[in-house]
């Protein structure tokens, strides 16, 4: 098995098509054909259920999109890593960061950095919360920040930083506007929800206190597309936010929920069974974190 080998299968499987991939990567539709076979020969398993129009991960073909995926991502990083040196840059900090970030959060998060390490470049992985976990477990990044609920892993080092409401946004002309002060969430019940995945396991459950369920219209990754999805259609986003993110928004109304559950801490995640790089434990002091 060649690196091209799973460059191609992940190609394959993000094209939806062998046809799509072949266009994209410039090889002949029958060699890259042959190459799915033999890897599953190789693995001894059928990772693809080919139909007219789709392809299908099998169960075995989940696990190896999976592991074929990180496998390139940490090619790319080492490469990156090597063409950094060879440019003059002494360091690179790798960091696995939830999708969807602000302008502030970035800002907030590596102007101090920056201005301490001007020769620094980075790899950034902006992703859900849930991937943020195995990106670090598994060396593709050093650090990540998660917004979700802290998860009971023992190879993890949890450092909570930041805690971000949960809140309500939607049009200026929307019913709940007329509603004085914060929201209940039965107020909630009936109006759809755009949720993302980091608020979705909160929201059910302070739903569930109430003996209530969601009308969950939309689920997605990031936050920016709940709030948009929101805007546009008239619907009820449920996202975290800091007071900094809230005054960003001006177009829409936001109120806080009375539900003293309904908040995410941010954290940032390390792996106890690896050693951190020097510019990556930097990059935690300037967030108050010693890490020895």
């Known amino acids: 098995m060649t690196l091209d080998s799973y460059r191609n299968f992940v190609t394959i499987v993000d094209c939806g098509s062998i046809v799509a991939a072949a266009n994209k990567l410039l090889i002949a539709q029958p060699s890259l054909s042959n190459q799915l076979k033999n890897i599953e020969k190789t693995y001894g398993a059928k990772l693809l259920l080919r139909g007219n129009r789709s392809l299908e991960l099998t169960d075995a073909g989940r696990i190896f999109y999976k592991r074929a995926k990180e496998i390139c991502m940490m090619e790319e990083g080492l490469r990156n890593e090597l063409l950094n040196q060879k440019a003059g840059f002494s360091e690179l900090l790798k960091i696995s960061i939830p999708a969807g970030n602000s302008p502030y959060f970035l800002h907030k998060f590596f102007d101090a950095f920056i201005a301490k390490h001007p020769k620094v470049n980075y790899d950034f992985y902006e992703i859900p919360s849930e991937f943020v976990i195995p990106n670090v477990l598994n060396g593709i990044t050093e650090i990540g920040l998660i917004r979700s609920a802290a998860p009971g892993h023992g190879a993890l080092t949890l450092y909570p930083y930041e805690r971000e409401d949960i809140v309500a946004l939607f049009p200026k002309d929307h019913p709940l506007a007329k509603i004085k002060g914060n929201l209940s969430v039965p107020d909630l019940a009936n109006y759809p929800l755009a949720i993302p995945f980091d608020c979705l396991d909160i929201v059910y459950a302070s739903f569930g206190h ?20 929101a805007r546009s259609f008239g619907s009820v986003a449920l996202v975290s936010l800091t007071k900094e993110d809230m005054r960003e928004i001006k177009d829409m109304c936001i109120k806080y929920i009375s539900d003293e559950n309904l908040y995410i801490m941010s954290a940032f995640i390390i792996s106890k069974d690896r050693h951190l790089s020097k510019i990556a434990k930097e990059f935690l002091q300037v967030h108050g974190i010693e890490v020895s």
């Open 210 to 229: 109430y003996l209530l369920s969601p009308n969950v219209s939309m689920i997605t990754s990031p936050k920016t597309t709940a709030i948009e999805w």
